[in-house]
């Protein structure tokens, strides 16, 4: 079922998503060589904790950190630990974090060092992705309208479009109806309408969309080890534009 936020709800959203937007701000600070993954993790903690939010990603379904870090070839959930970056890596920090009730969800791809520049292209183009999509995120489109558009632009560019993983609702939960997946899905087929909210997310593989999941329960890789890029906001539909929830760049 999806649920219609009203104009307070959307406020409170905008308010968690900006404490979201913030921690991401702190966290492209503290990326260099030789930081580890689960001092960042510490990082966006104590910042989410210090702006009287939570952090949602903890103990979500048993998840044992505050927020998720992927590393090159690591897509999605990977879990903060003693990695070490280094020169050329790219970094994606997806941060959840539940102010007042309502969550936000965001994701940015950061660049550590001198990236190759195919790494390079492959994260604009995620980013790109993300806004072709929200083109389509007004009432009178379906969802597989945003989810038609993220793919094309990626597939434009060779690169593949992860299946696996899919954006979503988001609001007083962290996932909530609809799916929003980043490729054409007949299932996508429900009508946008003001005061949706949802996370549109697109991950996209330099190499072969095919993943692995890891023995821990999350980490999801690519197959052929190549590096994956991320890129997600957390948007309100509304009458005219939509809403940038963990984002206050001006539109391009
Ligand atoms: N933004 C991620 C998602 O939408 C958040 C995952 S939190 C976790 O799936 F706890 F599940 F890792
Ligand atoms: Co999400």
Known sequence: MITIKSAQDIERMRAAGKV???TLKRLEKSVRIGVTTEELNRVAEE???????????LNY??????ICISVNEVVVHGIPGPRKLKDGDIVSCDVCATLNGFVGDATRTFLVGNVAEETRKLVEVTKECFYKGIEFARPGY?????SKAIQSHAESHGYGVVRELTGHG?????????EVP????????????AGMTIAVEPMI???SREVWQLD??????TRDGKPAAHYENTIAITDGDPILLTCSEALV
Not at 48 to 57: D, E, F, Q
Not at 170 to 177: A, I, M, P, T
């Open 61 to 66: 379904n048993g998840y044992p950190k505050a």
């Open 170 to 178: 988001v609001g007083r939960s962290l996932h909530e109806d609809p």
């Open 205 to 207: 593989t330099l190499g």
């Open 142 to 146: 379906r969802v597989s309208d945003i």
């Open 216 to 221: 821990d329960g999350w980490t999801v890789t």
């Open 20 to 22: 979201v937007e913030d």
């Open 47 to 57: 910042y989410i904790r210090s702006r009287g939010a939570y952090p949602t990603c």
């Open 182 to 193: 980043n490729f054409y899905s007949p299932r996508a087929r429900q009508r946008l309408e």
